[in-house]
């Protein structure tokens, strides 16, 4: 039996869970420091965590990851290290029990899981993360092996009762070790975390000026341009700034594309493959198009829609080089991080603005938002087409390939619906009664919207007044007054596109095509 002798109530096993943990600290640290390091080595929690995104089933793949944006990856990356640190003080506390090399054989099957989730990584060669992912093992199995071998060499001399080491001193020689080993991983992950902190990617985009668009359905930018008069505060602004733009992909780390090295490569079903990169894209006759984007997963009333004004080349002149075959049915555009979405080739050359986008709101795209170019396709949900850090566009049947989301349970053809929001007043808020604003945004791309209405309580319908829109494929902002009467009170919201059809009233979740409904705020007045 393992029993602590003394005043050292602490058993063996114990200091094992703490080395063990430490270990594994080690480890992970040391993957961190060479990710960071190195623009294409994942670090180990984060390739762990890709290897979960890939394998999670559709449905809660669907909550976790594309629906909570960047939310849900910090705690899905601190989940696996906590786990990561348990297993370690698990293995730490079986090998004090039955010998090291429980925990040095544990340590040696981290080295293989990790090595085999890093190895997935698209953006890494598969031997150079096995080489790092082992030796990061290898890093843990020492730490470990050198921490268990503190406590139990005055556990011996005790025994012997030769020597009069106080326990107490051996617990905190031991507990001293322990935590250098675990400052020691901390200050490497914070040394990891500043040298990975300016890419390669980063650098180059600071350095690019984008040429004007010769052509654009960009609304002059005045202060106020797309607000109705006299529009409230805390309505969405027309053009949403970079910042404030949703984000939603399922990269646990972004990629960081060198633009001078990237290149955007037609393939497929096409008579002329070709390869394209970042200075030709420049030189060629860039426009200018505001297109509204939104998420399929945006529920009603949600943020995850947004208006940018995009700065690109359009896709047909790209495909007309390509020369697109007959029977082609699908345009297909893959990542850098290998994620796919694909959509019908009739969009193109339907009147629609379809484009490879180098530039957001007047600079070069956002890294997070696909640097160095990205489809976006107007009127198509990003899922189905709004590929960042896109590098290849391949041509292909309509059913011989789905993109990322389809076989996770989403449609495989992705239109926007017409929806409508209710920016002011926000939910619950406390209206003063009398004259009292109400406004928010209205989308329809590619059939624009022609009339917002609201009810409150569900009486009347009033119609709105509509911001300028210089195209039908943004959101239109809209604004209306209301006099509030004291009490509790619902509105709600309605929009028709172009056509005159109002949106769909389902109500429907947005798997698998996007959410119908209407938006409905609740407010007290007083
Ligand atoms: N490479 C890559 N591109 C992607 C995605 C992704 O997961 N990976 N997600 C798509 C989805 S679902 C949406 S809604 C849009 C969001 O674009 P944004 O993050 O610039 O708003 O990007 C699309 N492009
Ligand atoms: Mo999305």
């Known amino acids: 039996m393992d029993t602590a002798e003394g005043p050292d109530t602490h058993s063996p096993r114990y200091y094992g869970f703490v080395a063990g943990a430490m270990a594994a600290g080690s480890s992970l640290a040391f993957g961190e420091l060479v990710a960071g390091l190195s623009d294409s080595i994942p ?60 925990g040095i054989t544990g340590f040696a099957l981290f080295g293989l899981f990790g090595g085999f989730t890093a190895a997935r990584n698209p953006v890494s060669p598969a031997a150079t993360s096995w080489f790092w992912a082992l030796v990061a093992a290898a890093i843990g ?23 009069p080491t106080d326990p107490r001193a051996t617990r905190r020689a031991f507990l001293a070790w322990s ?53 409230p505060a805390g309505l969405s602004s027309y053009i949403t700034p970079n910042s404030d733009f949703y984000r939603i992909d ?45 998420c399929v997963s945006n529920e009603i009333g949600g943020n995850l829609v947004g208006n ?3 700065t690109g080349v359009p896709l047909d002149a790209l495909l007309d080089r390509a020369g697109v075959q007959a029977g082609a049915g699908q345009i297909v555009g893959r990542s850098r991080d290998d994620w796919t979405a694909g959509f019908p080739t009739e969009v193109i050359g339907d009147g629609r603005n379809a484009m490879l986008a180098v530039g957001m709101n007047g600079e070069p795209l956002p890294i997070r938002h696909g640097f160095p170019a990205r489809l976006v396709v107007a009127g198509l949900y990003g899922y189905v087409s709004a590929v960042k850090w896109v590098e ?23 239109p926007m619906k017409t929806m409508s929001r209710i920016d002011v007043p926000k939910r619950n808020a406390k209206v003063a009664a009398g004259l009292t604003p109400v406004a928010g945004v209205a989308w329809a791309p590619t059939r ?23 195209t039908d494929e943004s959101w239109v902002l809209w604004h209306t007054g209301w006099q509030a009467a004291p009490g509790r009170h619902t509105i709600a919201v309605r ?24 938006h409905r705020v609740r407010v007290d007045v007083t």
């Open 43 to 102: 670090g180990l929690v984060l390739a762990v965590g890709e290897w979960i995104v890939d394998v999670t089933p559709g449905d809660i793949a669907a909550r976790g990851i594309e629906t909570a944006g960047t939310a849900d990856k910090p705690a899905l990356l601190w989940g696996i290290s906590i786990v990561s640190l348990l297993l370690g003080g698990v293995l730490g506390s079986i090998s004090t029990k039955h010998g090291k090399s429980y």
């Open 141 to 163: 199995a020492g730490v470990l092996s050198f921490l268990l071998d503190r406590p139990s060499r005055p556990t011996r001399l005790r025994t012997t009762l030769e020597d």
């Open 179 to 231: 935590a250098g080993a675990g400052a020691a991983a901390l200050s490497t992950v914070g040394i990891a975390r500043r040298v990975s902190g300016t890419s390669a990617a980063e650098t180059a985009r600071d350095t690019i000026t984008l040429p004007t668009a010769a052509t654009s359905t960009a609304v002059a930018p005045a202060p106020a341009a797309g607000a109705p008069i006299g529009a």
């Open 250 to 294: 399922t990269a646990l780390s972004i990629p960081q594309v060198d633009p001078s090295t990237w290149k955007l490569s037609f393939t497929g079903m096409v008579d002329n493959p070709f390869e394209i990169t970042y200075d030709e894209i420049l030189a060629m006759d860039l426009v200018d198009h505001t297109i509204t984007l939104s």
């Open 308 to 310: 940018a004004t995009w």
């Open 392 to 414: 290849e566009v391949h041509l292909t049947t309509w059913d011989g390939f789905d993109g990322f989301w389809v076989p996770r349970g989403w449609s495989k053809l992705g």
């Open 448 to 470: 624009g919207i022609s009339k917002v209405e609201i009810s409150v309580d569900d009486g009347a319908w009033t119609q709105c007044e509509l911001g300028e829109v210089t």
């Open 495 to 518: 929009a028709f596109d172009g056509s005159g059809e109002e949106q769909p009233l389902g109500p429907a979740s947005p798997r698998p095509n996007g959410a119908e409904g209407r």
